[in-house]
């Protein structure tokens, strides 16, 4: 069993950044990919970014690129989504996840085996 932990989500003009982080409990998080997810309200749960157990290989959505970057320390067993050019269609509620197959980055929710609680993104205009 793994519990995930987000944090750093909050209320922050359009142009701004901010970075959430993800804590994971285990001593085999290492071995995990980990994604980012978003959901907005009314709309379906969306891929925003993955990594890989090691770090070397990232995925991003297409409309996160070049402004979103995703990494991993694991020697403290946490995941970030750097956040930069927030706009308000970024608004949403944010999740991280694990899926137990370390070798690829899947885009589909289903795939991932554990889930935080979500943390709050709100970005005005």
């Known amino acids: 069993q793994v519990q995930l932990v987000e944090s750093g989500g909050r209320l922050v003009q359009a142009g701004g950044s901010l970075r959430l982080s993800c804590a994971a409990s285990?001593?085999?998080?290492?071995?995990?990919?980990m994604g980012w997810f978003r959901q907005a309200p009314g709309k379906e749960r969306e891929f925003v970014a993955g990594?890989?157990?090691?770090?070397?290989?990232?995925y991003s959505a297409d409309s996160v690129k070049g402004r979103f970057t995703i990494s991993r320390d694991n020697a403290k067993n946490t995941v970030y989504l750097q956040m930069n050019s927030l706009k308000p269609e970024d608004t949403a509620v944010y999740y991280c996840?694990?899926?137990?197959?370390?070798?690829?980055?899947?885009?589909?929710?289903?795939?991932?085996?554990?889930w935080g609680q979500g943390t709050q993104v709100t970005v005005s205009s």
């Open positions: 990594i890989n157990w090691s770090g070397v290989s990232t």
């Open positions: 996840a694990v899926d137990r197959d370390r070798f690829r980055i899947p885009t589909m929710w289903n795939d991932y085996d554990y």
């Open positions: 285990g001593r085999t998080f290492s071995s995990y990919t």
